[in-house]
């Protein structure tokens, strides 16, 4: 990959595509929380049972969870590989993309609900995300694939040409006014049948030849893809072997677990404190949206800064992250309500790195794998989260003791994240993934 194509060029195309791809795929399932009083209201079903819908679309699902799944996984991937230096602003500038979504979304929905209710807004939402398909338009390979430049390259040859072809059957036809003897007509027609029945001797052997190449290469494709998923497995396997990676994995779950469900439970919070009175027009999940966007540019641009170690920034966003969450069961006022939603929705803002660290910890060649299992621990705690949380207040009938618990699960992960990462404590040398950001001035003063 030269680094005349990376930073720049269709690069910023990818970067405004992925934008509005996150914006429409993440803006309703970050929204959740708007939803989630219409839900309990409908279905009169406890906190903890209900929070399985949110949680569900945000960390596993079937559906629509695949879909933002594939979004995700698919914008910050190609993002990566179309940015080097930049790549910290590039990614943030599309991860924000799911907070802007969120901001007008949760917004929108409370107006939707009014007007046309709870069906009609999800069908309204329903039909938004389907834009999906034109921002995947612009979506295009640093560099194409081996088997579309060979299928091209054939299409250009137009190698697929008919191998037999019968003869007309005007040729047995015989003029009435034809000077040709009787015996003449009759060796013309057993010559054309003699013919005709050589072809299609023919054409059966080359159907048997044909069948017989397709069961080979049906074989030979089972093979290639056993060794492919064998390929596959050893590099899952190779990468958890990394105690940084492990380290960042529990990491993520452990914020997932703890800082997810303000995101979907926020407003019941205020509504059973009794706030509701003085909720203002912007939803606090809006609020968290906005702070959130400005968290994932800010962290997007420090970590694109030589000197700042990434990890330990993200580290540093769960720390924080985990004392706002303890202090929101003794907060009694909606605008301290308002405060820590917009201070916890800046360090959630850390999204923007993890596929800039995951890079940093494994490089770029098994950044989609390494990605993948991130992901997974970060879905796994989204998933849990929420009915968690629901599930204490269905037991002590506040939400004081769940809180306690997501902010002792935020601080606990970015304790282990940060002793396992320690130069004394990580038991793995410096990759040569580290090595290739380190600029020649670094390598003069290490030798002075």
Not at 16 to 22: C, D, E, P, T, Y
Not at 125 to 133: D, E, T
Not at 154 to 174: G, I, S, V, W
Not at 296 to 308: C, E
Request: glycine share 10%; net charge positive.
């Amino acid at each position: 990959m030269t680094s005349k194509a990376l930073d720049g060029g269709w690069g910023w195309a990818i970067v405004v595509a992925s934008f509005l791809a996150q914006l429409l795929a993440y803006g309703s399932p970050q929204s959740v929380g708007v939803l989630y009083p219409e839900w309990l209201h409908t279905f009169q079903e406890g906190k903890g049972m209900t929070a399985w819908v949110g949680s569900l679309v945000a960390g596993v699902g079937l559906i629509a969870s695949l879909g933002c799944g594939l979004v995700y996984a698919a914008t910050l991937t190609i993002t990566c590989q179309y940015f080097d230096k930049r790549r910290g602003l590039a990614l943030g500038i599309v991860t924000t993309g799911t907070s802007v979504g969120t901001f007008i979304f949760a917004t929108a929905q409370n107006e939707l609900i009014m007007l046309y209710g709870l069906d009609g807004c999800l069908l309204i939402i329903g039909a938004l995300a389907l834009n999906l398909m034109a921002c995947a338009g612009f979506m295009r390979p640093l560099y194409m694939p081996g088997y579309y430049l060979k299928q091209k390259a054939a299409l250009e040859r137009n190698t697929d040409q008919q191998l037999f072809e019968k003869p007309q059957l005007d040729n047995l036809k015989m003029a009435s006014g034809s000077a040709a003897s009787a015996q003449e007509k009759t060796l013309m027609v057993k010559e054309l049948l003699i013919t005709i029945d050589g072809m299609d001797a023919s054409i059966q052997v080359e159907k048997k030849r044909r069948s017989f190449l397709a069961r080979l290469g049906i074989m030979k494709v089972i093979k290639k893809k056993k060794q492919a998923y064998s390929k596959y497995m050893t590099s899952i396997h190779e990468i958890l072997q990394d105690q940084a990676m492990v380290a960042f994995c529990i990491g993520v779950f452990l914020f997932s677990l703890g800082a997810f469900p303000p995101v979907l439970l926020i407003e019941d919070v205020a509504q059973s404190q009794g706030l509701i009175e003085e909720v203002s027009v912007i939803p606090l999940v809006s609020i968290g949206a906005i702070a959130a966007c400005v968290g994932k540019l800010v962290l997007g641009i420090l970590v694109d800064i030589r000197w700042i170690k990434s990890i330990y920034l993200y580290a540093f966003t769960m720390f924080a992250g985990g004392v706002v969450l303890l202090l929101i069961p003794v907060t009694k006022s909606y605008v301290g309500l308002q405060i820590l939603s917009a201070i916890l929705g800046f360090f959630s803002g850390n999204w923007s790195i993890t596929s800039y660290i995951t890079t940093k910890i494994v490089g770029l060649d098994r950044l989609t794998q390494a990605h993948g299992i991130v992901m997974f621990f970060g879905g796994f705690g989204i998933m849990l989260g929420p009915p968690v949380v629901g599930w204490f207040f269905d037991w002590t009938q506040s939400y004081d003791l769940a809180f306690y618990f997501s902010g002792s699960c935020v601080l606990l992960g970015a304790l282990v994240l940060s002793l396992l990462t320690l130069p004394c404590c990580n038991r793995k040398p410096a990759s040569e993934n580290d090595k290739q950001y380190t600029s020649n001035c670094d390598k003069v003063a290490s030798v002075a």
